[in-house]
C-alpha cells in the first residue's frame, strides 16, 4: 500500500540537485505552478514536491529513491511528488515500477507541461512526460517572475552532441539546441528590470551558442549594452568551442568577468582520446595561453575524472601535471561512474574503488593547494564585490569576487556591488572590509 496523499495540492517545494542548469529548470518549474495559483510552502513540509535530479553519477542518481523516502511525513502521509530532471528522463516508467512513492514523471525537456501532469496526477493517474519535442518548452514557458537574486542564471543553450564515452547528458538532455537571440535577450532584459545585476549564462556546451550565424561572444557583447547589467559569466565551455571571439572578448569587455569554467578531464592523450575528448593536453593549454593573454589575471576552474577504465599510474600522474601547469583557482573532481547506456561502461579494465579513493584524495589535496594559493593572493589587495545573500551573522553579507570567490562582508546590502578591501583568505571563502561604496 502506498501512503495517503492530498490529491488537491495547495503549496509546492521544488528541490534541485546537480548542474547550474538544473537550478535554472527548477526556478521556471516553481514559477509555472505560481502561475497555476500554488504557494511556495513557507517550510519544509509542502503538498506538492518536485524533486529535480541529477543522474550524471550513480551515487546522484540513487540519491533520488531515498530522497522519496524521507518525504513520508510521521502520520504516515505523504506530499504528491514529481520526480524532474535527469533521472526522470533517463528512468522514465522504471520509477513507477520501483516506488509507489511517486505521483508525476517529467523529463528536462517536458516540464512546461507541469501544470497538467499536476492536474492528472491530482486526478490518480501516474503522467509520464519524458518527450523532447520538436517546439522547445522556452517558448511555451511564462515570462520571467518578478522576483529575481541578485545573481541570475539564463539558459541559452542546452543538450551535447560530443559524446564523451563517460556521459549520460547527450541521452539524458538531448542534442546541442541554442535559443534565440531575441528570446535570450527578452529574458535577460527582464531579469534586469527584475534586479539582475549580474547574469551567468547557462549551457551544457554553452560556447557552442551559436544563432543565425552569431556565437556566444556576440550575445556577450550586447548584452553588455544593458545598463542595469554589472557582471556577465558564462559555463560550462568545452575546449574545441572556445573561439577567438570569445577569448577576445575576456580582453575587451570589462563586464565579462575573469573566470572561465573549462573542464579538460584528464592530462593523460591516452585517456582522453578513449573519452573521446577530442582535444590533447597540449591543445588544451595551447588554448590557455591565448586565453591569458588576452586577460592575464583570469581564473580558471575545470572538472576531473580519476579511474576512468584503464586509467594507469602514469595516466594519473600526467592528470597532476596537468593540473600544476594550469593553475586552478578552483575544480571539481569526481571518481568515474559508469554510467548504464554509455560506452565506457562496458570498457575493460574498470578501476578498483580503492585506486580511485586513493588518486581522487591525491588530486583534490593538490586542487585546495591551489585554491588557497590563489585565494590568497588577493589578501591586502582591494576587489569589487556583488553582494548576493545574507551571511550567517546579523549585518554579514556573502558576494563573489570578479574571480568567483565567496567573499564574506560586515555591511552593505544584497544587489550592492561594492569595493571591498580583502583581508583574510581561507581555502573556501575570504574576509572583506568595505572600502568604498560604488556608484550603481
Ligand atoms: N563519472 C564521473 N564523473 C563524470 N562526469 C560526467 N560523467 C561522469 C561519470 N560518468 C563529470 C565530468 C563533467 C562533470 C559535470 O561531471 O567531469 O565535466
Ligand atoms: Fe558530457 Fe562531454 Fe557533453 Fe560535457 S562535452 S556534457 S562531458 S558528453
Given amino acids: 500500500m502506498g501512503a495517503p496523499v492530498n490529491r488537491s495540492p495547495q503549496t509546492y517545494r521544488v528541490k534541485s540537485f546537480g548542474c547550474q542548469m538544473n537550478v535554472y529548470d527548477g526556478e521556471r518549474m516553481a514559477e509555472l505552478l505560481s502561475a497555476q495559483g500554488l504557494a511556495p ?68 525537456q517536458a516540464y512546461h507541461r507541469l501544470p497538467e501532469l499536476v492536474d492528472a496526477a491530482a486526478r490518480g493517474s501516474r503522467p509520464l512526460d519524458t518527450d523532447m519535442p520538436p517546439v522547445s518548452k522556452f517558448d511555451a514557458l511564462p515570462a520571467r517572475a518578478r522576483q529575481v537574486r541578485a545573481s541570475a542564471f539564463l539558459t541559452v543553450q542546452e543538450g551535447c552532441d560530443k559524446f564523451c564515452t563517460y556521459c549520460v547528458v547527450p541521452y539524458t538532455r538531448g542534442a546541442e539546441v541554442s535559443r534565440s537571440w531575441n528570446a535570450i535577450m527578452d529574458e535577460a532584459k527582464a531579469l534586469v528590470d527584475a534586479g539582475a545585476r549580474e547574469i551567468t549564462l547557462l549551457g551544457q556546451n554553452v560556447n557552442a551558442w551559436s544563432y543565425d550565424g552569431r556565437h556566444l561572444h556576440d550575445l556577450i557583447e550586447e548584452l553588455a549594452k544593458l545598463p542595469g547589467l554589472a557582471r556577465i559569466r558564462y559555463t560550462t565551455s568545452h575546449p574545441n568551442d572556445m573561439r577567438d571571439g570569445l577569448i577576445a572578448a575576456h580582453r575587451d569587455i570589462p563586464k565579462l568577468m575573469p573566470f572561465l569554467h573549462l573542464p579538460v578531464q584528464s592530462g593523460s592523450d591516452r585517456i582522453l582520446k578513449a573519452m573521446n575528448r577530442s582535444h590533447t593536453s597540449a591543445s588544451y593549454l595551447a588554448i590557455l595561453d591565448r586565453v591569458r593573454d588576452a586577460r592575464p589575471d583570469i581564473a580558471i576552474s575545470g572538472d576531473y575524472i580519476v579511474g576512468f577504465p584503464g586509467e594507469t599510474d602514469a595516466d594519473f600522474e600526467a592528470t597532476l601535471e596537468i593540473v600544476r601547469r594550469i593553475g586552478h583557482s578552483m575544480a571539481f573532481s569526481f571518481k568515474y561512474s559508469p554510467r548504464p547506456g554509455t560506452p565506457a561502461a562496458t570498457m ?93
Fill in 41 to 108: 510552502a513557507e517550510g519544509e513540509d509542502a503538498d506538492l514536491v518536485v524533486l529535480n535530479t541529477c543522474h550524471i553519477r550513480e551515487k546522484a542518481a540513487e540519491k533520488v529513491y531515498s530522497d522519496i523516502g524521507r518525504l513520508r511525513r510521521e502520520d504516515g502521509t505523504r506530499p504528491l511528488v514529481a520526480v524532474a530532471g535527469c533521472v526522470a528522463q533517463a528512468e522514465g516508467a522504471e520509477i513507477y515500477r520501483r516506488t509507489r512513492d511517486v505521483d508525476i514523471v517529467v523529463g528536462p
Fill in 348 to 440: 575493460a579494465e574498470q578501476i578498483a574503488p580503492e585506486v580511485m579513493d586513493e588518486r581522487l584524495q591525491r588530486l583534490q589535496a593538490l586542487i585546495v593547494e591551489q585554491q588557497i594559493a590563489f585565494n590568497q593572493r588577493l589578501v591586502g589587495r582591494r576587489t569589487e564585490v556583488l553582494l548576493e545573500r545574507p551571511g550567517k551573522y546579523p549585518g554579514q553579507l556573502i558576494g563573489k569576487s570578479p574571480w568567483l570567490q565567496s567573499i564574506v562582508v560586515d555591511g552593505g546590502a544584497v544587489g550592492e556591488l561594492i569595493e571591498v578591501d580583502i583581508v583574510a583568505a581561507g581555502p573556501n571563502s575570504l574576509t572583506g572590509v568595505m572600502s568604498d561604496r560604488l556608484a550603481a
